[in-house]
């Protein structure tokens, strides 16, 4: 047995500062936990722990009573921060339905926003996005399909994406 575990103080002084004190410090926890009993007892139990390990605790002086309160006091303090840490637990009742992992739900979702805004652009800029990324064509096999230069399809694409970009964050900003 280490030093935190020996009693610092006889069981009589003890018994006589729980009797003298239980109702009271009870009532007060129970006001700050919002009524909520188990709490309450859990808290005065700690305090009486804590005054039993607390040598320079007299149970006799009217300080005492103070000091108990200061301590549930902080205890109550401790508990409540903690449980605003954690999220809160929920009930036995039914978890609404959520998508699964594979997220298909946000790829039709991705595909309808992507596909409304690539039917905004001009008919040039979409037939480059078209080819490049859907039909996955490199810029020399797109030039030679529009027949225009590699440098006129780069600058295109690059125009084409802004405005795509451009659509899908104008798109995002009016659906928030």
């Given at each position: 047995?280490?030093?935190?575990?020996?009693?610092?103080r006889?069981?009589a002084e003890?018994?006589?500062?729980?009797?003298?004190?239980?109702?009271?410090?009870?009532?007060?926890?129970?006001?700050?936990?919002c009524?909520?009993?188990?709490?309450?007892?859990?808290?005065?139990?700690e305090?009486?722990l804590?005054?039993?390990?607390?040598?320079?605790?007299?149970?006799?002086?009217?300080?005492?009573?103070?000091?108990?309160?200061?301590?549930?006091?902080?205890?109550?303090?401790?508990?409540?921060?903690?449980?605003?840490?954690?999220?809160?637990?929920?009930g036995?009742?039914?978890?609404?339905?959520?998508?699964?992992?594979?997220?298909a739900?946000?790829?039709?979702?991705?595909?309808?926003?992507?596909?409304?805004?690539?039917?905004?652009?001009?008919?040039?800029?979409?037939?480059?996005?078209?080819?490049?990324?859907?039909?996955?064509?490199?810029?020399?096999?797109?030039?030679?399909?529009?027949?225009?230069?590699?440098?006129?399809?780069?600058?295109?694409?690059?125009?084409?994406?802004?405005?795509?970009r451009?659509?899908?964050?104008?798109?995002?900003?009016?659906?928030?």
């Amino acid at each position: 047995m280490n030093e935190r575990d020996a009693c610092p103080r006889g069981s009589a002084e003890l018994e006589e500062l729980y009797r003298c004190h239980r109702r009271t410090l009870f009532r007060y926890v129970l006001r700050r936990t919002c009524g909520d009993a188990y709490l309450a007892e859990d808290i005065v139990q700690e305090t009486f722990l804590r005054a039993w390990r607390t040598p320079d605790v007299d149970a006799l002086s009217g300080s005492c009573r103070g000091w108990l309160m200061t301590v549930a006091r902080n205890l109550v303090i401790d508990r409540l921060r903690g449980r605003g840490c954690r999220p809160p637990e929920t009930g036995d009742g039914e978890l609404p339905q959520v998508p699964g992992p594979d997220g298909a739900h946000d790829r039709v979702l991705t595909s309808l926003m992507l596909r409304e805004a690539m039917a905004s652009l001009t008919p040039r800029r979409r037939e480059i996005l078209v080819q490049m990324y859907f039909q996955d064509k490199s810029l020399k096999q797109v030039s030679e399909a529009l027949g225009v230069p590699v440098g006129t399809v780069k600058s295109r694409a690059h125009a084409a994406l802004r405005a795509l970009r451009s659509e899908l964050d104008f798109r995002e900003f009016c659906a928030a």
